[in-house]
């Protein structure tokens, strides 16, 4: 576990001084993989920089007992002698923006405003996220796709005007971030002016969308999602009996959902029927239809209350054999998959989400495993996996640039990127608005204990 740790705030160290260091010309030249066989001094060489160029880039390296191996990455920072290091240090104005010259012709120009840092979990979240688009950019060099990168530690404390004042950031195609809110505005107002794409990956405030054509949100807000998800539950289930149970569950954040989803049942004349934890066998046997499916749903995501219906449900399935009986769950449910998948195939359980990572899937292990070679370590234990959700982002976005340029919109299967955990499809939210990511998805443990994911 030290020696884990240690590795891991090394690497930490590396992407503060990758940020830091290239403070003064805010980029890397590259990033290169090592191959077999190679040297940090054929890696100098091949680059035309010196060996404490390279060194001072990637500090890992001077760490007592480091190991070159292949599959590393490494950051190639541009020589003190380089024509193109003293024209990254000229000042903005004196360059032409992204936007001028055709981006399906060059380097694809990225730059990143996320709290990169050990400091608490949002700097460690979006670091293995970071780590995830780095790997993308990796896939996509060997695809002969070339990309420059700007990171920045936009933590919660950082001026962000101060960042933004950084030359670099006006040549930039797309912006990843932010992650706070309270960011927005300035951020906003940044790539409108210099016409730059604003990818924002995970769920924040962005009001900004409504009327700034350059943004791209992969998170709808809590009231959307929900409607997109009720939505789906009455095309999915609209020859269903609906059973919602009450769970007595006062820390539930699922009101708002069942409010919704009973609200359009009854003005849809659908029929459905509420039950409660607390129920009798007898009283909670009536709730359900005996010539109907039954599709069952329950207000709140906690386990400790679905361990309760599971044991009401095969008490009455035990003793109705005959009732059809279908549950719908929610995404935190995909966090007691281990303890309950008997459970979810004997019940036919469907769960929306906007992710799925199946952890068997090849593509999933392979990535792993390429993140172990890279980062000496595993990813994170949560959901959804920060690294792929980075990686996907990452391919789908900049692979879109490449073969559309400025006319990339995101729209659903644009650029044929089969994800490993995150779909992406994102669509226009009003006529002089930014873009949404709609894709939601549903994933089934069915009753032949076959796990699907339905689009």
Not at 79 to 102: K, M
Not at 187 to 194: A, E, I, R, T
Request: with cysteine; net charge positive.
């Amino acid at each position: 576990m030290k020696m884990l740790i240690t590795r891991y705030l090394v690497f930490l160290f590396l992407l503060t001084c990758s940020v830091g260091v290239y403070a003064q010309s805010n980029k890397w030249r590259d990033i290169h993989k090592v191959k077999k066989k190679e040297t940090l001094y054929s890696i100098a060489r091949e680059y035309s920089i010196t060996i404490d160029e390279l060194l001072n880039a990637n500090p890992e390296t001077k760490v007592p007992g480091y190991q070159l191996k292949k599959g590393s990455l490494l950051f190639i920072p541009f020589s003190s002698n380089s024509a193109q290091a003293s024209a990254s240090a000229q000042p903005a104005t004196s360059r032409p923006q992204a936007s001028q010259t055709d981006v399906r012709q060059r380097e694809i120009r990225l730059g990143v405003l996320l709290p990169l840092h050990d400091i608490n979990g949002d700097g460690r979240r979006m670091t293995e996220y970071y780590r995830g688009m780095l790997m993308a950019c990796d896939s996509l060099r060997c695809e002969g796709i070339s990309i420059r990168v700007d990171a920045f530690n936009a933590s919660e404390q950082c001026n962000i005007n101060s960042l933004l004042a950084t030359p670099q950031l006006a040549q930039c195609d797309v912006i990843f971030g932010p992650l706070y809110s309270a960011q927005m505005p300035a951020v906003s107002n940044f790539v409108k002016q210099h016409d730059i794409k604003l990818f924002i990956p995970f769920s924040i405030d962005a009001p900004q969308i409504k009327s700034n054509a350059s943004i791209y949100q992969v998170y709808q807000t809590n009231p959307e999602i929900n409607a997109s998800i009720v939505s789906r539950f009455l095309r999915q289930f609209k020859n269903h009996h609906t059973v919602i149970i009450d769970c007595q569950d006062s820390a539930s954040t699922k009101g708002a959902f069942t409010s919704l989803l009973r609200s359009q049942l009854k003005s849809s004349g659908r029929s459905f029927s509420i039950t409660s934890t607390k129920s009798t066998e007898t009283n909670f046997a009536k709730a359900f239809s005996k010539t109907l499916p039954n599709v069952v749903i329950l207000n709140t995501e906690r386990s400790p209350q679905l361990n309760v219906v599971f044991a009401k449900l095969n008490g009455l399935a035990n003793n109705a054999p005959n009732l059809q009986i279908t549950l719908f769950g929610y995404t935190e449910w995909m966090m007691y998959t281990r303890y309950n998948l008997d459970n979810y195939y004997r019940f036919n359980v469907y769960i929306p989400a906007t992710f799925y990572t199946n952890p068997l899937s090849t593509a999933t292990r392979r990535f792993e495993q390429k993140y172990r070679w890279n980062f000496h370590e595993d990813m994170l234990a949560a959901l959804p996996r920060f690294a792929i959700t980075g990686f996907d982002h990452t391919y789908f976005f900049l692979k879109g640039l490449h073969e559309y340029g400025k006319n990339f919109n995101g729209a659903l299967g644009s650029t044929g990127y089969t994800p490993i955990q995150t779909p992406l499809g994102f669509e226009r939210i009003s006529p002089n608005g930014g873009w949404q990511n709609k894709r939601i998805l549903m994933v089934n443990y069915s009753p032949s204990k076959q796990i699907r994911v339905i689009y």
